[in-house]
């Protein structure tokens, strides 16, 4: 029952931009957009996270469509590194919708 | 540094055995855990979301019997794989975080088990 929706799979090529949509039509007013990334045989790590206005920070920006439902993870510059699956995830503030829900992610693929 | 520590990183047991996963939070006090399990090539499923000093609240398909789990600090919460069976191989992964919306959730190095 995950509430987001991601493409399965995005192709890169190395120093270049890249934007990974995330489509969260049921998101909620208190709803918070987390971003997270899976390298191979790891658990996740955080990348990002907002409300309502854009975010930046030392790995990525995020980018929060005005009426909020949907979303865009940017690398600015996609390395070897990057190489992963990244997931977009709702988080709420009420105790039963602050669980975290993985939907199916997107595997950015292409960095060599 | 590691914000949660996951232990063992890996482990290979006997069909019946019973499997203990430890998670600890290291930077701070934890109300809430969560445990997921990973199949290969698949995405993260919650199982159980761990409260300290009470019951875990078990995902609907996950048997509280089998998958026990207990948090008796704000620093650790355990998971018990009991009589394991092959089809309880994967990979298990536990997280940490703030009862918030605003707080990121840290993740362990995850423990792939593997039954034999």
């Known amino acids: 029952d995950a509430k987001t929706t991601q493409p399965n799979s995005m192709e890169s090529n190395e120093e270049e931009p890249v934007h990974l949509p995330c489509n969260h039509s049921t998101i909620s007013g208190t709803d918070y957009i987390h971003w997270y990334r899976q390298l191979p045989s790891q658990g996740p790590e955080y990348v990002i996270h907002?409300?309502?206005s854009n975010v930046n920070n030392r790995m990525a920006s995020l980018a929060i469509a005005e009426d909020r439902k949907s979303s865009t993870l940017i690398l600015h510059r996609a390395t070897l590194r990057d190489a992963a699956v990244y997931y977009c995830i709702l988080r709420g503030l009420s105790p039963g919708t602050y669980k975290y829900i993985f939907g199916t992610g997107t595997r950015l693929k292409g960095l060599a | 540094g590691a914000v949660v520590s996951q232990h063992p990183s890996w482990v290979i047991c006997k069909s019946g055995t019973s499997v203990k996963i430890e998670c600890r939070s290291l930077?701070?006090?934890?109300?809430?855990m969560f445990w997921y399990r990973q199949f290969p090539k698949q995405s993260l499923m919650l199982m159980a979301t761990s409260n300290e000093g009470s019951k875990a609240t078990y995902e609907q398909g996950v048997e509280k019997d089998k998958f026990l789990i207990n948090h008796a600090s704000l620093t650790l919460s355990t998971l018990t794989v009991t009589s394991a069976h092959p089809e309880d191989s994967s990979f298990y992964i536990c997280s940490v975080s703030y009862a918030s919306g605003d707080s990121p959730l840290h993740f362990g190095n995850g423990t792939r088990l593997t039954v034999t």
């Open positions: 907002g409300l309502t």
């Open positions: 930077d701070f006090q934890a109300t809430t």
